[in-house]
């Protein structure tokens, strides 16, 4: 059984009169990807704050690393890595400088940091530019080069804050890519975002956080189940196998020119089974189907109230 990275008990923060978080409670297993989401205002900063030390607690438990927050601090920062939302590199110092100096704070010596700084150029493929001043990089070479400070110290736990914001498609598929490659190598990520398909594509677990309280947590495809609107789509071969269907699934809803059904349902194995079962004890032909599900900004509207980023509709194409 995978034993968990990052566990919170009842976190409280306030300032003054403005509660801030509310009882949060997480459990992020090792070697996955975590995602925080939430409208701005939501608590998600103080969490990630509050986790990796930089910020105490009014009350509640929290355990990174297996280390108590409020009590270990130093072994939970040596644990973990912390990657902003804006890359912080030392524009005057070239990527490999960066580097150095990062192995230098870690006091890693000699052969062992020049091996480590060399393998991480070459990773993040940094190599061609390795001797130029990272002020002539580009923004997605930036982020690279940030993440890759991050690793010199070998972190278990990376907090990963809004990592490709402001970059460009290619980029920002670029750094997915190194988180997933990172995922693998038994890294845990905690991963705030603004880009809901972000989450949707690289979280094994989600939780939403409105008004410093948890609304929801669940895989994407669990999330996306919660929210109504979901259905199935079944495209017949003629019309009289579509009448049949209609008059065998109450509720549906038929369009006769492109003889397609739609079929309210919540999209799980269960219920997919029960209407084959259904469409087969009446010798119904189904030429395909395909279960459409609400997306997370729709997930994410439905629980905060706030639509504050989009993402990619989710289907998925069965044929039968």
């Known amino acids: 059984m995978t034993s968990s990275a990052i566990m919170a008990s009842g976190l409280k923060k306030a300032y003054k009169d403005k509660v801030v978080l509310d009882g949060i409670d ?59 939302q804006f890359a912080s590199v030392d524009e005057l110092l070239s990527g490999r400088e960066n580097l150095q100096l990062m192995a230098d ?10 091996k480590i700084v060399e393998r991480l150029l070459e990773r993040f493929d940094l190599g061609e530019s390795a001797d130029k001043r990272s002020s002539t990089y580009s ?49 845990t990520i905690f991963l705030t975002t603004q880009y809901l398909d972000e989450a949707d594509n690289l979280a094994d677990k989600i939780a939403v956080l409105n008004e410093g309280k948890l609304v929801a947590e669940g895989t994407p495809e669990q999330l996306k189940r919660q929210i109504p609107g979901s259905h199935v789509q079944l495209r017949f071969g003629g019309v009289a196998p579509l009448d049949a269907a209609v008059r065998v699934l109450p509720g549906s809803t038929p369009d006769q020119e492109s003889l397609i059904l739609r079929v309210p349902s919540d999209g799980g194995n269960k219920s997919l089974r029960a209407l084959l079962d259904r469409l087969d004890e009446y010798a119904i032909e189904v030429e395909e189907f395909t279960v459409h599900l609400p997306d997370l900004d729709d997930v994410f509207f439905a629980l905060t109230g706030h639509s504050d980023a989009k993402s990619e509709s989710t289907t998925e194409v069965i044929a039968r």
Request: aromatic residues 4%; positive net charge; glycine residues 14%.
């Open 26 to 84: 997480l459990d992020v297993r090792a070697g996955t990807t975590f995602s925080l989401l939430g409208p701005n205002g939501s608590g998600k900063t103080t969490t990630v704050n509050v986790l990796t030390t930089l910020l105490k607690m009014d009350s509640g438990t929290a355990r990174v690393a297996g280390y108590d927050v409020a009590t270990e601090t130093k072994k939970v920062r040596s644990s973990i890595g912390v990657t902003g």
């Open 139 to 187: 923004g997605g070479m930036r982020r690279k080069l940030d993440l890759a400070m991050t690793l010199v110290g070998r972190p278990k736990i990376i907090f990963l804050d809004e990592p490709t914001t402001g970059l460009d498609p290619r980029s920002r598929r670029t750094m997915w890519n190194i988180v997933r490659e990172l995922v693998a190598d038994g890294i």
């Open 105 to 114: 704070l870690h006091h890693l010596r000699g052969g062992e940091g020049t």
